[in-house]
């Protein structure tokens, strides 16, 4: 519905403490490659498939129907080494906050990504930014811990940008 900058969206989170912050601040900028702020310059472009995935390999396991989601609260995925809360159940409690790659790669673009794991039963109650929740989940959902700290582009399917034919996503 709009007339221009209808192509997708900027997210653009604030990096933050590691073990979370009451608040973060952020932007939301319509519109990809229509203007100086909200061009694809140095990032990365990922083409999606159809139902809008990207595969991720981690732990040697390549999850083919993984996608960026900025309401989901956490990351998730299928790693059985880590611990599991007893109390909040679907959720990692390691011991200490551990550091994790996984390689994100999708029409011959990849691009490795560093995130942290940390335990969802010492998270501070008082914090709704919280970097380093993660938990089980079938597909790799890079949920909005991933935003924080970078700029990610989101297209619309059907619509253009110079990044490539859409849908794409782009960090």
């Known amino acids: 519905m709009l007339p221009t900058n209808d192509n997708g969206v900027v997210i653009s989170l604030q990096s933050v403490d590691p073990i979370g912050q009451i608040s973060a601040v952020g932007t939301l900028v319509f519109g990809i490659d229509t203007n100086a702020s909200n061009s694809i310059t140095s990032e990365s472009v990922f083409k999606l498939d159809a139902n809008g995935y990207l595969t991720t390999t981690y732990a040697g396991r390549a999850y083919t129907q993984s996608f960026i989601d ?14 599991q809360c007893s109390y909040s159940l679907g959720f ?7 550091t994790k790659t996984a390689t994100i790669s ?40 991933f935003f924080y700290g970078r700029k990610v582009f989101v297209s619309i399917s059907g619509k253009s940008v110079q990044g490539g034919t859409t849908p794409i996503v782009a960090f």
């Open 106 to 145: 999708s029409g011959g673009t990849s691009k490795t990504v560093t995130f942290k794991v940390g335990s969802a039963e010492a998270l501070s109650s008082s914090y709704a930014v919280q970097p380093n929740l993660a938990g089980m989940g079938s597909s790799f959902d890079w949920g909005l811990p």
């Open 70 to 83: 900025s309401g989901s609260n956490g990351l998730f995925f299928t790693d059985y080494t880590l611990t």
């Open 92 to 98: 990692y409690c390691p011991s200490s906050d551990l």
